[in-house]
């Protein structure tokens, strides 16, 4: 450590994340660098890393990816207006997630479309009695 670098430029990558409200929590955020969605300059970063200005994080956040630029390093956490001051995504990112946002739009996944997944052991037998007694008058004959 040089003496013109200050402990107010060395922030680790897990607290610059949740100080610029891409995750809710520092934990949260720390898992997701642990699962390997968080890549600093095209390398898989772990935790404890340090952020630097101009820096490219690549992260995901379910279905959407980005690509953002560090503009300022802080480790506080603000409000909306001065966790977006802190980065700028680039134009491809941004490009990439509309266009995957209008494909999942314009082709939906089957499998979303359930509400629940399979039938509990309570809503199987509610099934079976509604066959069982819901035979008509004229399926008697």
Same mark, same amino acid.
């Given at each position: 450590?040089?003496?013109?670098?200050?402990?107010?430029?060395?922030?680790?990558?897990?607290?610059?994340?949740?100080?610029?409200?891409?995750?809710?929590?520092?934990?949260?955020?720390?898992?997701?660098?642990?699962?390997?969605?968080?890549?600093?300059?095209?390398?898989?970063?772990?935790?404890? @890393?340090?952020?630097?200005?101009?820096?490219?994080?690549?992260?995901?956040?379910?279905?959407?990816?980005?690509?953002?630029?560090?503009?300022?390093?802080?480790?506080? @956490?603000?409000?909306?207006?001065?966790?977006?001051?802190?980065?700028?995504?680039?134009?491809?990112?941004?490009?990439?997630?509309?266009?995957?946002?209008?494909?999942?739009?314009?082709?939906?996944?089957?499998?979303?479309?359930?509400?629940?997944?399979?039938?509990?052991?309570?809503? @199987?037998?509610?099934?079976?009695?509604?066959?069982?007694?819901?035979?008509?008058?004229?399926?008697?004959?």
């Amino acid at each position: 450590m040089n003496s013109t670098t200050t402990t107010a430029d060395r922030v680790r990558l897990d607290k610059w994340l949740w100080a610029a409200r891409f995750f809710k929590t520092r934990s949260l955020s720390a898992e997701e660098i642990a699962k390997g969605r968080v890549s600093v300059n095209g390398q898989v970063a772990k935790a404890s @890393r340090e952020v630097r200005m101009a820096d490219r994080i690549g992260l995901r956040q379910g279905h959407v990816s980005r690509t953002i630029v560090v503009l300022v390093v802080s480790g506080q @956490r603000g409000g909306a207006e001065a966790a977006q001051t802190l980065y700028d995504e680039t134009a491809e990112s941004v490009a990439l997630r509309t266009q995957q946002a209008l494909e999942r739009r314009v082709n939906a996944d089957p499998a979303l479309s359930f509400e629940q997944g399979r039938p509990t052991k309570r809503n @199987r037998r509610e099934l079976a009695d509604w066959n069982r007694w819901s035979a008509s008058v004229d399926e008697v004959k």
